[in-house]
């Protein structure tokens, strides 16, 4: 039955990769929504009979929220909302996303600046747009759970109310700095205990530590303030990092993995299709990680080329004639006894993962 392509078609599980190493734009220590991820979420529905979408904004590294409100889907309403966000937090070196039309519309058109003009009168290099592979929503996990928290502060503040635009805008307001706002360390009850740090620390200016009112009337007190708020931040960027960063690597234990190869024949699975109805391909491509783990592959089906995270590729333990390597045909003496005889086919006989049989104890005596 393990050699049945119809049994393995609805037996064969979904197979399991080594977690990855967070990308240094997670770990690095870097300026806020430099490194962003962006998602949309919605619809929500306006009092008019309306609707709009929500889009989110998070930094990868201090997990600051913005955002913004939106009337369509299109490539134009994306680009009106990202302006607004760069207007206010800043342009970002790097953004992720998935492949949305939006997304991947705005990334084409930014692509059809001149971007060394651009670098030579306004000092401004080009942004890096990296997109996750197709049907893989949790490599964007750090801006996927964070669309989660957003759509259950509305839920439970809105319920089934139905406000105008400039109404729900001011609730996104709100839910933003409730988000900012959420610590990312653990709480204790100790009251002696450091403050938990939150994305709103690193957002907004810090208070004003150790200097009096009296002081900012000279000018001596002013760098007196400016030299305690930039060691203040030290300190806070000290303890992120100890503190939660720490929390980010913690990991299960390891499992053995299925290797595959170029030339293999899987399905590929998908969350809109029954088992019956996934189509079959054959690895063409395989792309490796900084790691050296494959995690995603360009596969070959009857309509054309995909690209799949692994974990959608659900091996049938096929491979393609031309990749299957060819086992010399040993020849065996007449003289050689019965023994020997069975010893040496038992030994070139493999599995269907290719390791060679043992030898049987009873015939190694």
Request: net charge positive; with cysteine; aromatic share 8%.
């Amino acid at each position: 039955m393990n050699k049945c392509v119809d049994c393995l078609r609805h037996t064969v599980r979904k197979p399991t990769i080594e977690p990855a190493l967070l990308p240094a734009g997670r770990v690095n220590t870097h300026k806020v929504f430099e490194v962003t991820g962006c998602d949309l979420a919605g619809p929500v529905f306006f009092k008019d009979g309306g609707k709009g979408w929500i889009v989110l904004f998070t930094c990868a590294v201090y997990r600051c929220v913005h955002l913004e409100l939106v009337k369509s889907l299109s490539t134009d309403a994306f680009l009106d909302a990202f302006s607004q966000f760069t207007s206010r937090r800043g342009r970002p070196a790097v953004i992720y996303s998935d492949n949305g039309t939006n997304f991947v519309g705005a990334d084409n058109a930014l692509k059809q600046l001149d971007w060394e003009k651009i670098a030579k009168i306004h000092a401004m290099e080009k942004m890096e747009w990296r997109f996750n592979p197709p049907a893989a929503p949790w490599w964007g996990g750090f801006w996927e759970r964070l669309i989660r928290s957003v759509k259950d502060l509305l839920k439970r503040s809105l319920k089934r109310t139905k406000m105008s635009e400039d109404k729900l805008r001011t609730c996104l307001v709100e839910v933003e700095a409730t988000i900012n706002g959420r610590p990312l360390t653990v709480v204790n009850e100790d009251p002696d205990d450091l403050t938990p740090l939150t994305p709103a620390m690193f957002l907004h200016e810090l208070r004003y530590p150790a200097v009096s009112d009296r002081e900012l009337l000279e000018s001596s007190g002013f760098r007196k303030l400016l030299a305690n708020k930039r060691i203040a931040l030290e300190q806070i960027k000290i303890r992120f990092r100890k503190e939660y960063l720490a929390l980010l690597i913690n990991r299960e234990k390891s499992r053995k993995n299925r290797v595959f190869q170029i030339g293999d024949v899987v399905l590929v699975g998908s969350d809109d299709k029954k088992r019956l109805n996934w189509p079959m391909a054959r690895i063409e491509e395989l792309f490796k990680g900084k790691d050296g783990h494959v995690r995603v592959a360009r596969v070959r089906t009857a309509d054309g080329m995909l690209t799949r995270p692994i974990q959608w590729l659900f091996s049938m333990e096929i491979s393609s004639p031309k990749d299957v390597p060819v086992q010399p045909v040993q020849e065996v003496e007449t003289s050689v006894s019965t023994n020997s005889k069975k010893q040496q086919e038992a030994l070139e006989v493999r599995t269907r993962h290719g390791r060679l049989v043992k030898v049987p104890a009873r015939y190694s005596q």
